[in-house]
């Protein structure tokens, strides 16, 4: 038992030390570890001193970069600022404008670019070919845009952005474009008038009214300018100042005309017929219409059939009031008027001019409408009326029909002149005439030469025209405006050109005997003037036009009775007295406006035959 128990405490001992020598063990190995923790914790701290060093020298690198930066960056800044001119680097629509000032890099670019608006451009579609120029086209440069745009690289933003882009376009270059504008709408009408002339265009059909007939023509298909895309091509050309190549291909599309819209024409051709009338508060005249109608279902029956050209019957209907008979309550004001005299003992010439002022007499003019005085008159034929009288024909003077008819177009200019109406459409004779001083003429010749003026007044106008006892009056009648000029003419000849004499020998006639066949005219070189009144005061004095009057040859019959007929040498004759170069001559025939002002008329101071016509 004892032996037991101290087995036990033997045992027991035993462990007892074992555990000691544990915890010793474990002291020293936490003593150790302590040991090697805190060496650790001293290294740890010395790494965290030493990049805490680290960090606040690079801080300090940093800083005196940053500020070394910000030196240099507002010296250079600075150093920008006081320079004018484009920094490196900077070109305009291809052309280098790099250290040249606002006012420099402009007259360059300027220089290019009206060069450019003047060159004109080259199109061609197969063998056609024609020209496009620019300036119809209303072409714009905005050329100080791009200029300030230049300037501004550099100096648009703080000093740091400014130097980054003042080195980026150093190194890296910039381009600035010039921005270009043109009028589109006057562009497309251009390329409409070319495309009209391009071979094989498609044809539309269309249609008109002659009389009392409605023509329709068929179309054809063709070739149609691709117009937007022309149009690119265009704007293309003109924004590269510095593309050469001239020539450009019209783009086309195929195209097919539209179809005869029947329907469509009835409807726009389809009018009531309207009595003419006027109204006095507000006032105005509204001139008749003539009815216009067809029948649609026979219309398109016609146009089943295969034909280039349909022929469709009109249904006419008259008004029972035309703007003619609506009464001179229409046009209670004399507005203007003018005469010339005729000699009545010339009864085929005298009745030449009746049938004139009968042509044109009552005639109605709407504001903004143009008269033509052969359309009113119409073609000068015996089934007219017309007679045969004295012409200028060849340098001479012949019989032709409707000789004569000049004096009533030379009278209805002048009286047009002084109702302030704008003359569209006038030329002088070839010679001067005796109704009319010179510049003061206007002939006329059926198909060729036509006397035109146009309606600018507020109101209608009407013409009032008559001829008999030898006097040849036209007025105008319409309503008086606030303000109503009258107007006064002179005539400065420039210089004259004298006639020369041409013997024609006649066996019929004794030796010495001399007959004038023709009277010669000087020539003359003319400039009429026109001054505007107002209350008496001149408003304005310009010139209306320059004239040029071809001499008439003087023709004398010279007798040698048995001698053979020949023509003998032309001789110079200066027996015409002409005014010198330097007068001014007044109209000498007075005549009186409505608002009591008078006007002169010229007289001719050369002898002279009849006008022409």
């Given at each position: 038992?004892?032996d037991s128990?101290v087995?036990?405490?033997?045992i027991?001992?035993?462990?007892e030390?074992?555990?000691?020598?544990?915890?010793?063990?474990?002291?020293?190995?936490?003593?150790?570890?302590?040991?090697s923790?805190?060496?650790?914790?001293?290294?740890e701290k010395?790494?965290?001193?030493?990049?805490k060093?680290?960090?606040?020298?690079?801080?300090?690198?940093?800083?005196?970069l940053?500020?070394?930066?910000?030196v240099?960056?507002?010296i250079?800044?600075?150093?920008?600022?006081?320079?004018?001119?484009?920094?490196?680097?900077?070109?305009?629509?291809?052309?280098?404008?790099?250290?040249?000032?606002?006012?420099e890099?402009?007259?360059?670019?300027?220089?290019?670019?009206q060069?450019?608006?003047?060159?004109?451009?080259?199109?061609?579609?197969?063998?056609?070919?024609?020209?496009?120029?620019?300036?119809?086209?209303?072409?714009?440069?905005?050329?100080?845009?791009?200029?300030?745009?230049?300037?501004?690289?550099?100096?648009?933003?703080?000093?740091?952005?400014?130097?980054?882009?003042?080195?980026?376009?150093?190194?890296?270059?910039k381009?600035?474009?010039?921005?270009?504008?043109?009028?589109?709408?006057?562009?497309?009408q251009?390329?409409?008038?070319?495309?009209?002339?391009?071979?094989?265009?498609?044809?539309?059909?269309?249609?008109?009214?002659?009389?009392?007939?409605?023509?329709?023509?068929k179309g054809?298909?063709?070739?149609?300018i691709?117009?937007?895309?022309?149009l690119?091509?265009?704007?293309?050309?003109?924004?590269d100042v510095?593309?050469?190549?001239?020539?450009?291909?019209?783009?086309?599309?195929n195209?097919?005309?539209?179809?005869i819209?029947?329907?469509?024409i009835?409807e726009?051709?389809?009018?009531e017929?309207?009595?003419a009338?006027?109204t006095?508060?507000?006032f105005?005249?509204?001139p008749?219409?003539e009815?216009?109608?067809?029948?649609?279902?026979?219309?398109?029956?016609?146009?089943?059939?295969e034909?280039?050209?349909?022929?469709?019957k009109?249904?006419?209907?008259?008004p029972?009031v035309?703007?003619?008979?609506?009464?001179s309550?229409?046009?209670?004001?004399q507005?203007?008027?003018?005469?010339?005299?005729?000699?009545?003992?010339?009864?085929?010439?005298s009745?030449?001019?009746?049938?004139?002022?009968?042509?044109?007499?009552?005639k109605v003019?709407?504001?903004g409408?143009?008269?033509?005085?052969?359309?009113a008159?119409?073609?000068?034929?015996?089934a007219?009326?017309?007679?045969?009288?004295?012409?200028?024909?060849?340098g001479?003077v012949v019989?032709?029909?409707?000789g004569?008819?000049?004096?009533?177009?030379?009278t209805l200019?002048?009286?047009?002149?002084?109702?302030?109406?704008?003359i569209?459409?006038?030329?002088?004779?070839?010679?001067v005439?005796s109704?009319?001083?010179p510049?003061?003429?206007?002939?006329?010749?059926?198909g060729?030469t036509?006397f035109k003026?146009?309606?600018?007044?507020?109101?209608?106008?009407?013409?009032?025209?008559?001829?008999r006892?030898g006097?040849?009056?036209?007025?105008?009648?319409?309503?008086?405006e606030?303000?109503?000029y009258?107007?006064?003419?002179?005539t400065?000849?420039?210089?004259t050109?004298?006639?020369?004499?041409?013997?024609?020998?006649?066996?019929s006639?004794?030796?010495?005997?001399e007959k004038?066949?023709?009277?010669?005219?000087n020539?003359?070189?003319?400039?009429t003037y026109?001054?505007?009144?107002?209350?008496?005061?001149v408003i304005s004095?310009?010139?209306l036009?320059?004239?040029t009057?071809?001499?008439?040859?003087?023709?004398?019959i010279k007798?040698t009775k048995?001698?053979?007929?020949?023509?003998t040498?032309?001789?110079?004759?200066t027996?015409e007295?002409?005014e010198?170069s330097?007068?001014?001559?007044?109209e000498?025939?007075?005549?009186?406006?409505?608002?009591g002002?008078?006007?002169?008329?010229?007289?001719?101071t050369?002898p002279?035959?009849?006008?022409?016509?």
């Amino acid at each position: 038992m004892k032996d037991s128990v101290v087995k036990e405490e033997k045992i027991s001992t035993s462990e007892e030390i074992k555990d000691e020598k544990k915890n010793k063990d474990k002291k020293e190995e936490d003593k150790k570890v302590s040991k090697s923790e805190q060496k650790n914790k001293e290294v740890e701290k010395s790494k965290k001193t030493k990049k805490k060093r680290n960090s606040i020298l690079i801080a300090i690198i940093i800083g005196i970069l940053v500020i070394l930066g910000i030196v240099v960056s507002t010296i250079f800044a600075l150093l920008n600022i006081r320079n004018d001119k484009i920094v490196s680097g900077v070109s305009i629509s291809g052309i280098e404008v790099s250290g040249l000032s606002k006012e420099e890099a402009k007259g360059k670019i300027e220089a290019m670019y009206q060069e450019k608006k003047e060159e004109e451009i080259d199109i061609k579609y197969e063998d056609f070919e024609t020209t496009l120029n620019p300036t119809l086209l209303e072409v714009n440069y905005n050329i100080d845009k791009a200029i300030e745009d230049a300037y501004l690289v550099g100096r648009k933003d703080n000093i740091f952005f400014n130097n980054y882009d003042i080195l980026y376009t150093l190194l890296c270059k910039k381009n600035i474009n010039v921005d270009m504008t043109l009028n589109e709408e006057v562009a497309k009408q251009n390329i409409e008038d070319i495309g009209v002339n391009l071979p094989g265009v498609v044809v539309e059909s269309s249609y008109s009214v002659e009389d009392d007939e409605l023509i329709i023509t068929k179309g054809k298909a063709g070739v149609k300018i691709d117009t937007e895309k022309l149009l690119n091509e265009i704007k293309e050309r003109l924004n590269d100042v510095n593309l050469k190549e001239k020539i450009i291909e019209i783009p086309v599309l195929n195209k097919e005309p539209e179809s005869i819209d029947i329907d469509k024409i009835h409807e726009e051709i389809y009018t009531e017929a309207k009595d003419a009338y006027y109204t006095k508060n507000p006032f105005a005249v509204y001139p008749e219409v003539e009815g216009i109608d067809f029948d649609v279902e026979e219309a398109k029956a016609l146009l089943e059939e295969e034909k280039e050209e349909y022929v469709i019957k009109l249904k006419i209907t008259k008004p029972k009031v035309t703007i003619s008979q609506i009464g001179s309550e229409a046009f209670p004001d004399q507005l203007a008027t003018f005469t010339t005299r005729f000699d009545v003992s010339d009864v085929d010439r005298s009745t030449n001019l009746k049938i004139a002022c009968q042509k044109i007499n009552g005639k109605v003019i709407l504001s903004g409408d143009t008269f033509s005085y052969n359309k009113a008159l119409g073609a000068r034929t015996a089934a007219a009326g017309y007679k045969n009288g004295k012409i200028y024909s060849g340098g001479q003077v012949v019989d032709g029909i409707g000789g004569g008819i000049c004096q009533i177009s030379s009278t209805l200019y002048n009286s047009v002149l002084l109702a302030d109406l704008e003359i569209v459409e006038r030329r002088n004779h070839q010679f001067v005439t005796s109704y009319v001083g010179p510049g003061r003429d206007a002939t006329v010749v059926y198909g060729l030469t036509d006397f035109k003026f146009k309606n600018t007044r507020q109101y209608p106008v009407r013409i009032s025209a008559s001829a008999r006892n030898g006097i040849a009056t036209i007025s105008i009648y319409g309503i008086k405006e606030e303000n109503e000029y009258t107007f006064k003419f002179s005539t400065k000849t420039v210089s004259t050109i004298p006639f020369s004499v041409r013997y024609v020998e006649d066996e019929s006639l004794d030796v010495g005997t001399e007959k004038v066949k023709q009277k010669g005219t000087n020539g003359l070189k003319t400039e009429t003037y026109i001054t505007k009144m107002l209350n008496g005061k001149v408003i304005s004095t310009k010139l209306l036009s320059r004239d040029t009057y071809d001499a008439m040859e003087r023709i004398i019959i010279k007798g040698t009775k048995s001698a053979n007929n020949k023509t003998t040498n032309v001789t110079e004759g200066t027996t015409e007295s002409v005014e010198s170069s330097t007068n001014t001559t007044e109209e000498k025939q007075p005549e009186t406006t409505p608002s009591g002002n008078k006007t002169t008329t010229e007289t001719n101071t050369t002898p002279t035959t009849e006008s022409k016509e």
